[in-house]
Structures are given as C-alpha cells and as structure tokens.
C-alpha cells in the first residue's frame, strides 16, 4: 500500500483522511500469469495499481491476430480509461504477463474519491495521463526500421525483456517473433 500512496503523492499532496480513505477502499488481487485484469467485449469496472509483475493491453486486428498495444509493469496504473470513464464495452483486454500483485479499486470507490478527497481530480488527472501516455502507440516507434525499434524498447523497458515472452514484445514492436529472433542475434 506504501508504494500505491507514494505514487498518488507525486501528483498532489494527500492529507490523512485521504490517506486513510485510499486504503480502506483498496482491495488486494493477485492475478496468475495468464489472467485477466479486463476483458475485451466487457465493460472495465475497476482501476487497479500494480505492485509487482506486468500486464499487457491488447487488441485482436481484423485477421484476428493479437497486436500487443502496451506493456505496463509496476509502479502504475492499469485500466483501459476511456471505457472505465464511459461505461462503455472494451475492445482492448488487459492481461497478466507474469504473476501479479494489484492494488484495486472499484469504479464506485473510484468516482467517490472526487467527492472525499480535496484535490482529487487533479491528482487523478495527472495519473491518468500517465496511464494514457503508457498506452500509447508513439509515431516514432512506427516510422523507425524494426532493429531501432528493438534497441529503443531496450533502453525504456530494459527489465521486462526477460520477463515477459518475446512474442509479446513482437507484436509491440510490429514485427514477426523470427524477425525479433534475426535481430536479437544480430545486435549481440
């Protein structure tokens, strides 16, 4: 729960009742590598902050093929927000790479912050752009050669690489799994 507090602190400051209402709202999840945090054709009803392992947004591309969108590991938010926020039918899904631990908080609770807790939708704001900034497929990373690619999610996310399976990173990087393997083995 320290980690979950010291991250809202970073976008605004919370004072005890604040503090104290975050953590009797907050529900412990564990999810086995393999689960689901949301679902695509499901309406998200919950934000969750992870605290250990990785989860991953994807969608399925009219192929049927899964396109991994993003990679989110600890420290940050989980939730596909714009459906969270409208109610609305998901057609991404939010799943665990690894065995995780999350911080997770319903949509009731979540909207009842704004009304409890003095700055709240501010500090919400911000973390949602963060969450929102995570999920997003980044121009350069489209218009660059699948090598730059490669090397650039090396340098962001360099502990994830042995960490979650490498068709993963493929597909979030738009590439084939043996276009990934030629390059791994080229760069080394």
Same mark, same amino acid.
């Given at each position: 729960?320290k ?21 009797? &709202? ?6 086995r ?11 998200? &009803? ?7 392992? =990785? ?16 990679i ?6 989980? =939730? ?20 995780? &631990? ?6 009731? !609770?979540w ?7 003095a700055?709240? !939708? ?12 995570? &999920? ?15 090397? !650039? ?36």
């Open positions: 729960m980690e979950l507090i010291s991250y809202i602190s970073q976008f605004g400051s919370l004072n005890t009742p604040g503090v104290e209402l975050i953590i009797s &709202k907050a529900t412990e999840v564990n999810l590598k393999g689960e689901y945090f949301s679902k695509a054709g499901r309406i998200p &009803k919950q934000v969750g902050f992870i605290t250990e392992g =990785v989860i991953r947004g994807y969608y399925h591309d009219s192929l049927g093929d899964e396109i991994t969108r993003c989110i590991s600890e420290n940050s938010i989980v =939730v596909d927000y714009i459906n969270f926020e409208a109610n609305t039918f998901s057609s991404e899904s939010l799943q665990a790479c690894t065995d995780c &631990k999350l911080v997770v908080f319903s949509k009731n !609770d909207d009842d912050f704004s009304q409890s807790i700055g709240w !939708d501010n500090i919400k704001n911000k973390m949602v752009q963060i969450c929102m900034y995570q &999920k997003s497929r980044k121009g350069p990373v489209i218009s660059q050669d699948a090598a730059t690619r490669y090397i !650039d999610f090396l340098e962001h996310y360099p502990m994830l690489i042995n960490r979650i399976p490498l068709a993963y990173i493929a597909s979030y990087l738009g590439i084939t799994p043996q276009s990934l393997s030629r390059i791994r083995r080229a760069i080394r």
